[in-house]
Structures are given as C-alpha cells and as structure tokens.
C-alpha cells in the first residue's frame, strides 16, 4: 500500500526558512517523479514544485521561485522542500505527491496520483 507523510511542518516568522520532508512506502521511488502542492484557505490547489525522477528537471511556481529548493534522496525514499525567505501568503497546507507518470508543468502537480495527508505551514509574527 502506498503511504506518504509529510513532516517538518509549523510556525514561523516571516523571512524564516522551513524544510518540508516526505517518506514514502509501497513504492520504488526511483520510478516516481515528486511534487509539493499547498492549499491556503479559500483557495484552490497551488502547484509548488516538481522534480523528474529521470532527468532531474524541475518546476517551480513564479511566486516561490528563488526563495523554494525541492530535492529528493532515492536511497532514503524522501523528497524534500526546502523553503528560505517565507512571506505571510506561503501559509496553507503543503502535501507532497508522486506519480510515475512525467508532469508536464507546476500547475499540474495537484494531479499527481498519490498525496500525503498534507502538513500545516503557518508564517506569521
């Protein structure tokens, strides 16, 4: 059975930085390509970023890009977000996803086929 959890997840100020991990089981990682996606409230799905399972090509939203690293380590089953220089409106809920199928651009990563149970990221003084 396939399981993805989230950690790393909590309260910080603006300008912080937070990293985000995700474990996953039930699966060969080597053959997924992982994702972030988050969900603020009232709002839709936002992809976060993405990375290739098979040629390390990444993704990154225009209002994360520069300040996000995304990053994964096959031999431990964990993809990673690092999250430097957070802002108020990153606050929402982060899930990470996988799929074996290559995502073709950030704003479709909410489609990936398996999530975790998502993780609370709260910026605020």
Not at 36 to 58: H, I, M
Not at 79 to 86: A, E, F, I, K, N
């Amino acid at each position: 059975q396939v399981h993805l959890v989230e950690s790393g997840g909590g309260l910080v100020q603006p300008g912080g930085s937070l990293r985000l991990s995700c474990t996953v089981s039930g699966f060969t990682f080597d053959y997924y390509a992982s994702g972030w996606f988050r969900q603020a409230p009232g709002k839709e799905r936002e992809g976060v970023s993405y990375l290739s399972n098979s040629d390390g090509t990444t993704y990154y939203a225009d209002s994360v890009r520069g300040r996000f690293t995304i990053s994964r380590d096959n031999a431990k089953g964990t993809v990673y977000l690092q999250m430097d220089s957070l802002k108020p409106e990153d606050t929402g809920v982060y899930y990470c996803a996988a799929d074996h199928i290559r995502m073709s651009s950030v704003a479709t990563i909410p489609d990936m086929r398996y999530w975790g149970q998502g993780i609370q990221v709260t910026v605020s003084s």
